[in-house]
């Protein structure tokens, strides 16, 4: 099953960089509309769906509307100058926070209330809405004259370090988000414990992304480092008190953490590099989330053998993430 979860980004990381050039090119708006209609169809397949097949199969199309919709959301949301880029990307962090604190909620309450194929009827159904909404939107104006910045634009530090740091980062969520419940299971913890630390992670993640786009309060770079320390934090009270009542202090923390430091991030990486190519940015450092996801959680499970040590080794990531962070604050100070 857990293969099962990360299997959509076989495919959403083979395509990222093929379709970076389109959106470059001034196709974000195309690749938006096809990708939420592949999403609604990948939910189409997982309603009919009558073996694990037919399930991978739903999941690799769905990593294709992965890799169309959401590196050129955030392209769109990244031109224009600093100040119009940086609020509309902390304005569609908004936006991602409530879907992942909505759409959990949504599906639930649809599989308690009805069965599992309206659940995916609903999810598709969302997916539809989401490729009609680029419709009513202006395309990205795009340079399509004179010299283009060079690949190794993307090398510059702020990318670089944005997107190690985000690497890691996601390796500890994912981790998370897969052997905590199967901790939890196997030790015989209330389902409606587990839902009530996810549901808890998912509002404090809402509330500091609203907070942070709404106030203003912290720079990006201080945004990110803040929101790792906090997030590394939680990790580790989730990792040392798995069925324990800090257990909502941990997952809080880990929410809060994640809502500052993942928006942060995308306004440093996409702001480091040129505009023209900022669809290949978009791709490369939203393909960090796929990488994480498929390799972060075998790797750390092979390593620690048990859902246990697992939560602990994961947390070691998410610490890591912070020395990027540090160092790229200490590159600002010195240009400052």
């Known amino acids: 099953m857990s293969l099962l979860a990360t299997s959509y980004a076989l495919t959403a990381i ?64 990244a031109m224009g100058n600093a100040e119009r880029a940086t609020r509309v990307i902390m304005w569609r962090s908004t936006m991602w926070g409530m879907g992942a604190a909505i759409g ?25 809405a989401s490729a009609l909404l680029p419709l009513s939107m202006s395309s990205p104006e795009v340079r399509r004259s004179g010299p283009r910045s060079p690949k190794s634009s993307l090398l510059s530090v702020p990318f670089l370090l944005s997107s190690i740091s985000l690497l890691l980062y996601v390796v500890a969520y994912q981790s998370l988000f897969i052997f905590l419940p199967a901790l939890h299971e196997l030790e015989g913890y209330p389902k409606s414990g587990t839902s009530l630390a996810f549901t808890v992670l998912a509002a404090s993640n809402l509330a500091s992304r609203i907070l942070l786009s709404a106030t203003n309060f912290l720079s990006p770079r201080h945004a990110a480092v803040l929101g790792t320390l906090l997030g590394s934090g939680g990790y580790a009270v989730v990792a040392l008190w798995p069925l324990g009542s800090p257990l909502l202090l941990g997952s809080a923390l880990v929410g809060i953490g994640l809502g500052l430091m993942v928006p942060s991030l995308q306004v440093i990486s996409l702001l480091g590099v040129p505009q023209d190519r900022r669809g290949l940015a978009a791709s490369v450092y939203t393909a960090m989330f796929d990488v994480a996801a498929l390799v972060g959680p075998p790797f750390v499970i092979f390593f620690a053998r048990s859902y246990e040590a697992s939560l602990l080794f994961s947390t070691t990531f998410a610490v890591a993430s912070f020395v990027p962070l540090f160092i790229l604050r200490g590159e600002g100070n010195k240009k400052g």
């Open 14 to 77: 083979a395509l990222r960089f093929l379709v970076s050039p389109l959106i470059d090119l001034g196709f974000a708006k195309a690749l938006m509309i096809a990708g939420g209609l592949l999403s609604a169809f990948s939910f189409i397949i997982f309603s009919h769906a009558e073996s694990v097949t037919q399930l991978y199969f739903g999941r690799l199309v769905q990593g294709v509307s992965v890799a169309l919709y959401i590196p050129a959301s955030l392209y769109s949301a």
């Open 104 to 128: 959990p909620a949504l599906m639930g309450w649809t599989l308690e209330s009805s069965s599992w194929r309206n659940m995916y009827y609903v999810g598709s159904f969302a997916s539809f």
